[in-house]
């Protein structure tokens, strides 16, 4: 292990070892905090250089750095002056000031180890990586073994996204000097930046048994626990350590970064904010603080603090990162999708039938106004059933309007209105009827929901909708429509695990037409009305995130139905199944994941039972739905799906396949 890392450093001239390079002194190391982005992403980051430390008010200037500053400007050649004032200045986070600092010391003292190592951290922690090489370089080929040097290399390695480098560094650092807990610690850090997470608990473990009251190791243990998926032991943690200093910084961060994760966005703003206030220049801080107002439909705000921390840290990956969705999330957004379909039913109530249907859709996406979300959709669904007892072609079409607006934290309110135009139009047969009958035109529909988070775990939403029916040829010519009253309640036991119960009531009914009523006379005798049938039911729906990971994410879940109309399948002719009784159970997978470069997948299935009507037999129920993905550009994603399924909710048992094509397209 010493003969490999001594021909590392030796040779470090030489190698490629990057563009960047950082070295932070151990005074600073307690500083260093984790990463601070979602769950989903934060076990990809690399641990950002530390905030600076803060003795008063971020910013400010202490007593002893104007007295450093007086002794300079009496004594131009003050070496000691300059250099403690530009020790001062590096812990308040003016990195600027302290490079002048810096390169005045080493204009008097060109060999001053100590200015030269404090002149690369400088450069290194305001993002001059290449800047700040040279000097890490220079250090390592006259004194291979200056442990300021190699921690600081190691360190640079583990920042710029090359933790397999800065890991090799930091197991000698651990072996060799056992007495320095910091170098156990980063070591830890690296081994999670490789998500081997197994083996840096171990190192943990190790540090802890030896040192158990180190407050790093127990932070990395804490944020270990956070990227395994153990978010209560983590937050256990984190309180443990905040009960033992309450301005523990780092950890009411965590505390924050996991009230975000479960959802609880008010709590972990308001933290976070005090955070910030106590130092403006807290970089890890004003990232979260930035995800959260995006999160809580700020844009405004989160730009301006992403600005922020680009004026504090250059070049700051996650900030960069932040920047962009913040850009795209007000960027006009085309969504196409185009499908064909076959569908041919199995023991269908109404006849056999072999239907086959296309479907145009283009939704434009759109910030009309402060804090809402807008979309325009336009939808066509030509469709042809050349046999059974709901024969003809058909072609409605659909224009829409809905929003979103997040009137708080708490309340959200949904809307939408639009117009369905029925087709073909004309005068048209249908079956069972003895005379033919005008077709619907065009109808208004629409919806509106308000919802409201009792909790950060429990909300609750009450919608109404008018919706148009559309499943076949014969409800499309009737202009058949839903009118349903729904109440959903979700309920999020953790942040992995989610219920949803929707119960609802709905009346569906036809546009008016003649129907044939027989009075027993010679010429016949006709009522004008609509066919109108009412039902309830409830859905239920469990999700559970298995695991996330970076490249593939497994859920795994229930999808529950059962419903009803109150005049069975005989009481109207809407064109469509309304059955007395319907269950349908689905256990239920979905996989999204990497496949290379920049194609991907998506695969969700469901595999059950169900029942059309009761004393019937229950019989096996499925859909498969795996889809292809081609992330095109940075804004530009392709998405090439296949659907089979043998059972449907609005017509009973049914067999269909389906081919689909989409695209999102963000302008």
Request: proline residues 5%; contains cysteine; neutral net charge.
């Amino acid at each position: 292990m010493k003969h490999r890392l001594f021909q590392f450093v030796a040779a470090s001239t030489f190698m490629q070892l990057g563009t960047k390079c950082i070295c932070f002194s151990l005074s600073v190391v307690a500083g260093l905090t984790l990463f601070t982005a979602p769950a989903k992403a934060s076990d990809q980051r690399n641990s950002p250089p530390p905030a600076p430390q803060v003795g008063e008010k971020a910013g400010g200037t202490s007593s002893l750095e104007k007295l450093y500053h007086q002794r300079a400007e009496s004594n131009p050649k003050d070496v000691e002056a300059f250099e403690g004032m530009a020790i001062l200045q590096v812990r308040r986070g003016d990195y600027a000031d302290a490079i002048t600092s810096y390169r005045r010391v080493l204009d008097l003292t060109p060999n001053d180890h100590d200015a030269v190592v404090g002149l690369g951290r400088a450069l290194a922690l305001s993002g001059q990586y290449e800047a700040a090489l040279p000097y890490f370089k220079g250090l390592l080929k006259n004194r291979p073994g200056d442990t300021d040097a190699l921690e600081g290399l190691a360190r640079t390695q583990l920042w710029m996204g090359h933790p397999d480098s800065a890991l090799l560094l930091f197991e000698f650092l651990a072996e060799h000097y056992p007495a320095n807990p910091e170098y156990a610690v980063a070591l830890a850090r690296a081994e999670m930046n490789l998500h081997q997470y197994a083996q840096a608990r171990k190192t943990l473990s190790a540090l802890l048994a030896a040192h158990p009251r180190n407050r790093d190791a127990q932070m990395q243990i804490a944020y270990l626990d956070l990227f395994e998926g153990h978010q209560a032991n983590a937050l256990r943690r984190f309180n443990q350590l905040i009960s033992k200093d309450p301005t523990d910084r780092e950890a009411l961060q965590g505390n924050a970064c996991i009230a975000y994760y479960r959802g609880d966005l008010v709590y972990a703003h308001n933290l976070t904010a005090r955070l910030v206030d106590d130092d403006p220049r807290d970089v890890t801080a004003l990232l979260l603080l930035a995800r959260l107002e995006r999160a809580l439909h700020h844009p405004a705000r989160a730009k301006a603090l992403v600005e922020r921390i680009e004026s504090l840290a250059p070049g700051d990956a996650d900030a960069r990162e932040l920047a962009i969705s913040l850009n795209d999330d007000s960027r006009p957004t085309l969504h196409t999708s185009a499908t064909f379909a076959r569908e041919i039913a199995s023991g269908n109530p109404s006849s056999s039938e072999d239907l086959t249907s296309f479907g145009y859709q283009n939704t434009w996406g759109f910030l009309a106004m402060r804090r809402s979300e807008s979309s325009l959709s336009l939808t066509y669904l030509p469709s042809q059933s050349p046999n059974g007892g709901i024969q003809g072609a058909v072609g409605p079409s659909q224009i829409f309007y809905q929003q979103t607006t997040y009137v708080s934290p708490y309340l959200t309110i949904r809307g939408g209105i639009g117009l369905i135009r029925f087709g073909p139009g004309g005068v048209v047969n249908i079956p069972s009827q003895q005379l033919p009958i005008t077709a619907a035109g065009s109808r208004p529909l629409g919806f509106g929901d308000l919802s409201y988070a009792l909790s950060n775990k429990f909300t609750a939403d009450f919608a109404i909708a008018r919706n148009a029916i559309t499943y076949t040829p014969v409800s499309t010519r009737l202009g058949a429509m839903e009118d349903r009253i729904s109440l959903g309640l979700d309920y999020r036991f953790d942040a992995r695990t989610d219920i949803r119960l929707e119960p609802f009531v709905n009346e569906d009914s036809t546009v008016s037409y003649r129907h044939p009523v027989d009075l027993g006379g010679s010429v016949p005798t006709f009522s004008i009305r609509s066919d109108r049938n009412r039902g309830g039911g409830a859905s239920l729906v469990i999700n559970r995130k298995l695991f996330h990971r970076s490249g593939v994410a497994f859920d795994l879940g229930y999808d529950g139905l059962a419903y009803g109309y109150s005049g069975g399948g005989e009481k109207a002719y809407l064109g469509f199944f309304t059955p007395a009784f319907y269950q349908r159970h689905y256990l239920t997978t979905h996989v999204v994941g990497k496949i290379h470069g920049p194609w991907g997948f998506d695969f969700s299935s469901g595999a059950g039972v169900q029942q059309v009507d009761r004393a019937t037999p229950i019989k096996p129920a499925m859909v498969l739905s795996p889809a292809l993905t081609l992330k095109a550009s940075h804004r530009l994603t392709l998405y090439m799906g296949y659907t089979h399924y043998d059972s449907s909710e609005s017509l009973g048992t049914l067999r269909g396949n389906a081919v689909r094509f989409s695209t999102d397209w963000k302008f």
